[in-house]
């Protein structure tokens, strides 16, 4: 690989990850308002969302729902947590000390996947 070339996983869009715009609904709290606050938009933004979503916006969906979980674990409404810069240094903090979790969650993750694929494609 040529320095400065893409590895062809840092292109997420190769990865065919694919969200609804329904399900995004869904995780951050079931209705467009409470999307468009997780997420920081106004309701019309949720409404224009593509669905299936893209890569960018999949990514502010999860994003969101990291910070909201957080911000539940820390006792804080939502609104709360994004005035708090203590509050956004320690889920910072927190996931950098996670990457090791993260990386075991990953691992899982592959696991899971290599066991649901078709034996077919795991041959391929």
């Known amino acids: 690989m040529q320095f400065g070339a893409l590895h062809p996983l840092d292109n997420?869009?190769?990865?065919?990850?694919?969200?609804?715009?329904?399900r995004a609904i869904e995780i951050l709290g079931g209705t467009v308002r409470s999307t468009a606050n997780c997420v920081g938009v106004v309701d019309?933004?949720?409404?224009?969302?593509?669905d299936?979503?893209?890569?960018?916006?999949?990514?502010?969906?999860?994003?969101?729902?990291?910070?909201?979980?957080?911000?539940?674990?820390?006792?804080?409404?939502l609104s709360e947590f994004h005035e708090s810069r203590e509050a956004h240094k320690a889920l910072e903090d927190a996931?950098?000390?996670s990457a090791d979790s993260l990386k075991v969650i990953g691992e899982r993750a592959l696991e899971h996947f290599n066991k649901s694929r078709p034996t077919a494609l795991a041959a391929a």
Do not use: F, Y
């Open 12 to 22: 997420c869009s190769n990865l065919r990850l694919v969200m609804r715009k329904q």
């Open 95 to 97: 996931l950098v000390a």
């Open 52 to 77: 299936p979503l893209n890569p960018v916006t999949r990514d502010r969906v999860i994003a969101a729902l990291v910070r909201m979980r957080a911000a539940e674990a820390m006792g804080l409404t």
């Open 44 to 50: 019309a933004a949720i409404r224009n969302w593509p």
